[in-house]
């Protein structure tokens, strides 16, 4: 089976630009999560779709921070712009009970 | 603000040895997860155990959790170079079964 494939799995950018990260789940997982890992400390879910629908997004930063799941299958996330402080890895995860996490992009802001 | 806090945040130990890992938590869970992360790769589901159980195992791996003391710990016995890694606890609460708050994680790294 495969997993959570996830592009690019490094970014660099400088700040006050735009990146955008992508989530293929694994088949078949309605459920998919953006979560936040910044150095040192454990991930921070971002937002959580069930199909194309959104369930929790209390702590995205609406501001800066978009993320879509078209026909319920595929994700991106999306920061414009970008600040110094979002300099973290971005994990994608999808369950159907267990979430299976993607290897993440690391992103650098300059 | 995140739930669960490891301890201890960095465990140094041999081969062959066990490592005991504990999570605290703040408010009442449905269940508790762990989760392993080695360098540059992302997070592996450990094992979950649910809010009306008290010990659960996985191969050599142990966990206890405690609701009267809002704890967990995770036991690895016999510890292998290979178990070198993050671990980090995380609590699923009040009606979001599939929403997880992950703890800071403690870095254990076995010797050979």
């Known amino acids: 089976e495969a997993g959570v494939a996830q592009s690019p799995r490094y970014k660099i950018i400088e700040k006050r630009q735009s990146v955008a990260f992508w989530c293929n789940p694994i088949?078949?997982?309605?459920?998919l999560y953006w979560y936040q890992q910044i150095l040192g400390q454990g991930p921070k879910l971002l937002i959580q779709?069930?199909?194309?629908?959104?369930?929790?997004d209390s702590q995205l930063p609406k501001d800066r921070f978009s993320a879509e799941r078209l026909k319920g299958v595929d994700s991106t996330l999306k920061i414009q712009p970008a600040k110094l402080e979002d300099s973290a890895v971005y994990l994608c995860?999808?369950?159907?009970?267990?979430?299976?996490f993607g290897p993440g992009t690391r992103l650098t802001v300059t | 603000s995140q739930q669960g806090e490891e301890d201890p945040q960095a465990l140094s130990i041999q081969e062959g040895e066990n490592a005991t890992m504990n999570c605290s938590y703040k408010t009442s869970i449905n269940n508790l997860q762990w989760y392993r992360q080695n360098s540059g790769r992302g997070l592996v589901h450990l094992i979950l155990i649910r809010s009306n159980e008290r010990e659960k195992h996985s191969g050599r791996l142990r966990v206890t959790l405690d609701t009267s003391k809002k704890s967990s710990s995770l036991l690895i016995t016999a510890s292998r170079a290979a178990d070198t890694a993050s671990y980090f606890c995380a609590t699923s609460y009040g009606g979001s079964q599939g929403n997880l708050i992950f703890g800071k994680g403690t870095k254990l790294s076995v010797k050979p």
């Open positions: 995860a999808s369950s159907l009970v267990e979430q299976y």
């Open positions: 779709f069930q199909n194309n629908g959104v369930v929790d």
């Open positions: 088949s078949g997982h309605a459920t």
